[in-house]
C-alpha cells in the first residue's frame, strides 16, 4: 500500500521526478558511502542521468537536485532561498562538500539519447577513489511523485507505506467493495493507523494542508518574471487583484471556477521559480489538488479540518491507484499520468466531502481521469511552464465539474475508474517518447523560445 506520507511529499519545484527524486537518491548515495567508511577514500563523484532525466536537465532543476542532495540537503527542508546560490557556487568550482564527509570533486554526464530498462528516468552515482577506482556504484529510478526504485525495485530512500494493511486494494474494484456503504476516507484511514497512530495521520495531513495553503498565498503576492529565459510573467497577483476587487461588483456565477483557476496557478507559478511546493501527486500536477480544497473550504458551509483530512485520504486513494497500476511519471506516460491523476484525486476528494457515495467518488475520479485521456508532455524549452501551468488552472476546473457530474447522478456508470486507468497505461506505453517530457515534441518543437 502507497502511503499517504509518500503520496503526498513536502518538497522544491520545479519537478518531482527530475528534482524531488533525484535529490533524495544523491542524499542516500552519500549515507550507503558513509555506512560502509567509504568517505574517507573518496575523491570524487560522477552523476549520469539518463533519457529524460538529461532530456530536461537544466529546465527541470535536475543539475542543481543532485549537487544539494550530495550535500546532503532533503527536499522537505533545503532553505529554498540558499539553494540557487550554493548550486551555481559548487557548479562552478566542480566540488561539492558532503555531510560529515571531505570536498570532493562532481561531474555531471547527460545520456538524453539513451534510457535505461527500467523506467526513462534513470540515474547511476559512482564513488571514485584518488586514482580512480570505482569504490561503489549506484542506480536509481525516479519513477514520479519523488518516488525512488532502486535495481532490486525498492525504494533506495526507504518508504512508509503501510505495513500490514487490514483493508488492502489493488484496484477500484476492490476499493469499492471495500467501502460499502460507508467511505473511502475510512478504508484509507484504517490502512494508515494500521502503522502509526491517527493523530499522527491526521497532523500529517493538516501540515500538508498548510504547505498548499502557504504556496497559494505566496503565489498570489509575488510577481515578476518566472527564471529559465521564456520571460513568462506571473500572472497570479494581477489576477488576484481583480477578483478581489469583483467583490464589490454584480456577482458574476462563474467568479467560483476562476478562484479556483487563480489558486492553481498560484501553486504552479512557485513551482516553477523552485518554491516550496506539495507533490499531489507530482510537482508538475501540484496546483489542482490545493486549487480544488480551497473551493471545497470557499463554497461549503460547515467546511472543516475533518474535511480536509477526509478530502486528502480520498485523494490519495485514487492517485495510489493509478500508480499500482499505470503511472504518474510525465516520461513514461505522459502528462495524462500527472495532471490527469491529479483532476481525478481533486474530484474525488471534493465528492467525498461533498457527501457523495463510493460509488460516485469513484464515478468522479472515472471522468475527470478519461478527459485527460493521451495528454502529452512537451515542456517548452524543458521548463515546467508552458504549458504546465496552465493546465493546472484547467485540470482543477475540470475536477470540479467532473464531481458535480458524479453527485448529479447515482453512481452507476458505463466505463469503471480501473478500465480507465488500464486505458492511460496503454496509451502511455503506445505514446512517443518525443512527447513523454524530452521537450522534442509538441508545443516544446513549435512554440519559438524567444
Keep these: 500500500m502507497i502511503s499517504v506520507f509518500d503520496l503526498f511529499r513536502v518538497g522544491i519545484g520545479p519537478s518531482s521526478s527530475h528534482t524531488v527524486g533525484p535529490m533524495r537518491a544523491a542524499r542516500h548515495f552519500v549515507q550507503e558511502l558513509d555506512r560502509k567508511d567509504l568517505l574517507v577514500r573518496l575523491a570524487a563523484v560522477r552523476t549520469e542521468l539518463f533519457g529524460s532525466l538529461a532530456a530536461t536537465c537544466t529546465g527541470h532543476g535536475t543539475d542543481r537536485a543532485v549537487l544539494l542532495g550530495l550535500a546532503g540537503e532533503e527536499p522537505a527542508t533545503v532553505d529554498i532561498t540558499t539553494a540557487e546560490e550554493r548550486f551555481r557556487r559548487m557548479e562552478a568550482e566542480g566540488r561539492v562538500r558532503l ?11 547527460l545520456h538524453p539519447e539513451r534510457s535505461l530498462p527500467a523506467h526513462p528516468n534513470a540515474l547511476t552515482f559512482t564513488a571514485l577513489g584518488r586514482r580512480g577506482a570505482v569504490l561503489a556504484e549506484r542506480t536509481a529510478y525516479s519513477v514520479g511523485g519523488g518516488f525512488l526504485l532502486g535495481e532490486a525495485g525498492e525504494d533506495p530512500a526507504g518508504g ?7 483493508a488492502p486494494f489493488s484496484d477500484a ?13 475510512d478504508v484509507v484511514l484504517a490502512n494508515e493507523t494500521a502503522r502509526r497512530p491517527e493523530a499522527e495521520v491526521r497532523a500529517h495531513l493538516l501540515q500538508v494542508w498548510a504547505v498548499m495553503r502557504g504556496c497559494v498565498e505566496r503565489g498570489h503576492r509575488t510577481g515578476g518574471t518566472l527564471p529559465g529565459g521564456l520571460d513568462v510573467p506571473r500572472r497570479a497577483p494581477a489576477l488576484h487583484r481583480r477578483l478581489v476587487r469583483a467583490d464589490g461588483r454584480p456577482a458574476d456565477p462563474l467568479r467560483a471556477l476562476d478562484l479556483v483557476a487563480l489558486d492553481a496557478l498560484a501553486v504552479n507559478e512557485e513551482n516553477a521559480a523552485g518554491g516550496r511546493v506539495v507533490t499531489a501527486p507530482t510537482n508538475g500536477a501540484a496546483g489542482i489538488v ?4 480551497h473551493h471545497y473550504h470557499r463554497s461549503t458551509p460547515g467546511a472543516d479540518e475533518e474535511g480536509t483530512v477526509r478530502f486528502l ?4 486513494a485514487i492517485g495510489s491507484l493509478v500508480k499500482r497500476n499505470a503511472s504518474i511519471s510525465g516520461a513514461e506516460v505522459g502528462c495524462q499520468g500527472e495532471v490527469g491523476t491529479a483532476a481525478a484525486m481533486a474530484a474525488a476528494g471534493l465528492t467525498e466531502v461533498l457527501g457523495g457515495t463510493p460509488g460516485q467518488v469513484e464515478n468522479a475520479a472515472e471522468i475527470a481521469l478519461e478527459h485527460h485521456l493521451g495528454l502529452t508532455c512537451d515542456p517548452v ?10 493546465r493546472n488552472a484547467i485540470g482543477s476546473v475540470k475536477a470540479v465539474t467532473a464531481s458535480r457530474l458524479a453527485l448529479n447522478g447515482d453512481g452507476r456508470h458505463l466505463v469503471p475508474l480501473d ?3 488500464r486505458t492511460l497505461r496503454d496509451t502511455g506505453a503506445d505514446m512517443k ?3 513523454k517530457e524530452t521537450s522534442r515534441g509538441g508545443l516544446a518543437l513549435h512554440v519559438p523560445r524567444c
Design 313 to 316: 485520504l480520498t485523494a490519495a
Design 99 to 109: 555531510p560529515g564527509g571531505p570536498t570532493v570533486r562532481h561531474s555531471l554526464v
Design 419 to 421: 478500465a480507465v486507468i
Design 433 to 435: 517518447s518525443t512527447y
Design 290 to 293: 490545493p486549487a480544488v480544497l
Design 381 to 390: 524549452a524543458g521548463l515546467v511552464q508552458i504549458p504546465c501551468i496552465e
Design 173 to 185: 474494484e476492490e476499493l469499492l467493495r471495500l467501502a460499502g456503504d460507508g467511505r473511502i476516507s
Design 160 to 166: 512508509t507505506g503501510p505495513a500490514d494493511a487490514p
